[in-house]
């Protein structure tokens, strides 16, 4: 039981350290990118660089709460037997 709560702990530190590195990563949808490049090309262009950091963070989270949630229900199924 101990070996798989530290296992577990342990992947969701690793999970969360990796959502919060500053990595280049390419998480446009496609109506996201023809937006930017859109206001690129406009004289009142706004500030964009923080699209990619804020999709990844949106994108992060759910997955994060459903390995949880199914982490929980994984270890409590099998306490059960």
Not at 51 to 75: A, C, D, Q, S
Request: glycine residues 8%.
């Amino acid at each position: 039981m101990k070996k798989t709560f530290g296992a577990g702990l342990i992947a969701l530190f690793v999970a969360v350290l990796l959502s919060l590195a500053p990595l280049a990563a390419q998480a446009q949808c496609t109506m996201c990118k023809t937006q930017v490049e859109a206001a690129r090309t406009e004289k009142d262009a706004y500030d964009t660089s923080g699209l990619n950091k804020g999709i990844v963070y949106l994108m992060t989270i759910p997955y994060l709460l459903i390995g949880t949630v199914g982490y929980f229900w994984y270890r409590n199924s099998h306490k059960k037997k």
